[in-house]
């Protein structure tokens, strides 16, 4: 099955690090970058407002216990999103692509 995976990260910089780990341990196919999005978020009790990136990760479910290892171990959050939701349909090259991108 086929995942896209949302992740917000504090900057463009972080961003960047986390999709390059991603791509070169071929855990994920592609990572789009969507720079200053703004976030509204209840953290420790209070409501907080960031501008953060966002990552749109294209992987299959069997790499996400991968994904969301490296994800912690590349970012700066204690908390960090990590969502993945599933792809119910697609091209199908496309998706033969994502699948040969993470052998």
């Known amino acids: 099955m086929h995942i896209i995976i949302f992740v917000t990260a ?3 910089r972080e961003a960047q690090k986390v999709a390059s ?6 855990l ?4 789009n970058i969507v720079d200053k999005v ?3 978020f209840s953290w420790k009790g209070k409501v907080q407002k960031s501008k953060e990136s966002l990552l749109i990760i294209k992987s299959t479910r ?5 994904i969301a290892k490296a994800v ?21 090259p496309y998706l033969r692509w994502i699948d ?3 052998r």
Do not use: M, T
């Open 72 to 92: 912690k171990s590349l970012h700066s959050y204690d908390v960090p999103e990590i969502i993945a939701i599933p792809v119910i349909a697609g091209y199908k």
């Open 62 to 66: 069997l790499r996400f216990p991968q």
């Open 28 to 31: 994920a196919a592609c990572v």
């Open 38 to 40: 703004d976030s509204i």
């Open 21 to 26: 780990g991603l791509i070169r341990r071929k």
């Open 10 to 12: 504090g900057n463009k």
């Open 100 to 102: 040969e991108s993470v």
